[in-house]
């Protein structure tokens, strides 16, 4: 027999769970703000809503399914299964975080702030969310897939990101590393920088943009569903051992960008992850590129 669909609801905490772990009452959580000019009211009310639209989320979920839920901060540890319908409850970030764990499942996101989110990848309100789950489920249901993007290192150590994925320093200081396309006999170019960052389209919209205005790239944004990255480095450094002379490009399918470490430490995480990140050492080598598994987004 087959197993009936599970639906994951992914949620995080809210502003004000983060404010009583701090101060620990809500008395002291509102004196706090207070003191600052500010009110609880409008963190407290946020809380009430995203805790109602989880309620509804659960009882929109069939009578026949199986159900779960997972914290943004487990989801490193939570183990998802093929035949799961997973629901992102909260903000558009938290669809990335999930992304990276998922090998295939239907995601519906839903906005749990309309008007607040901007709602790129959260495009629906709780009470979509029993046609939604149909529509996961169903042969041929509406679905967008996302492109995203790989690293895979030298010791088969893996990492999806649905935004971007950055290689860098600890603490976002100076790495050494050489830098050049994947195959073939390109020795790469030795750099000092601050680090790389390799997106896709569904990126385009943050920190990727942030990169491409600043360099005034000429070189079109790709859209969320584009079979294309671009990467920059972060503050290259010209040196007489170190060049600056490969710091932007695109990749296509099949092509590849290889790092390889030449300084004691570098990570590489996802979707700002930084907790959940690949850590290479001096020799070690990482490529990026299209990864084989899109974010499949039900519309």
Excluded at 129 to 141: N, Q, Y
Aim: glycine share 12%.
């Amino acid at each position: 027999m087959s197993l009936a669909p599970r639906a994951v609801l992914v949620h995080r905490r809210t502003e004000y769970e983060e404010l009583l772990a701090r101060h620990g009452t809500h008395g002291q959580a509102a004196f706090f703000l207070s003191s600052r000019g500010r009110s609880i009211d409008e963190v407290a009310r946020r809380h009430d809503d995203t805790r109602q639209a989880l309620r509804d989320v659960a009882s929109a979920v069939p009578l026949t399914w199986r159900s779960s839920t997972v914290e943004r901060a487990d989801l490193d540890r939570f183990l998802f299964a093929p035949e799961d319908v997973v629901v992102v409850v909260g903000q558009d970030g938290l669809v990335a975080n999930t992304a990276k764990y998922l090998s295939g499942q239907p995601v519906v996101g839903i906005d749990t702030d309309p008007g607040r989110n901007p709602g790129v990848l959260v495009r629906h309100r709780c009470g979509d969310a029993a046609s939604l789950l149909r529509t996961a489920t169903a042969a041929g249901g509406r679905a967008e897939e996302l492109t995203m993007v790989e690293a895979v290192a030298d010791d088969t150590q893996r990492l999806l990101a649905l935004n971007e994925i950055y290689l860098g320093p600890p603490g976002h200081q100076t790495a050494r590393y050489r830098l050049g396309s994947d195959g073939g006999t390109d020795p790469g170019e030795a750099q000092a920088s601050s680090g790389v960052l390799v997106g896709t389209g569904t990126g385009a919209t943050g920190w990727l943009r942030s990169l491409w205005l600043e360099r005034g790239s000429t070189v079109p944004m790709p859209a969320p569903r584009d079979p294309r990255l671009l990467w920059f480095v972060r503050e290259a450094w010209p040196s007489p051992a170190t060049g600056t002379s490969r710091v932007a490009g695109e990749l296509g399918p099949g092509q590849g960008l290889r790092l390889t470490v030449e300084s004691d430490r570098m990570v590489v995480f996802g979707d700002g992850m930084e907790s959940d990140a690949l850590e290479l050492t001096w020799g070690q080598s990482v490529r990026l590129g299209i990864a084989a598994t899109s974010l499949r987004l039900v519309t």
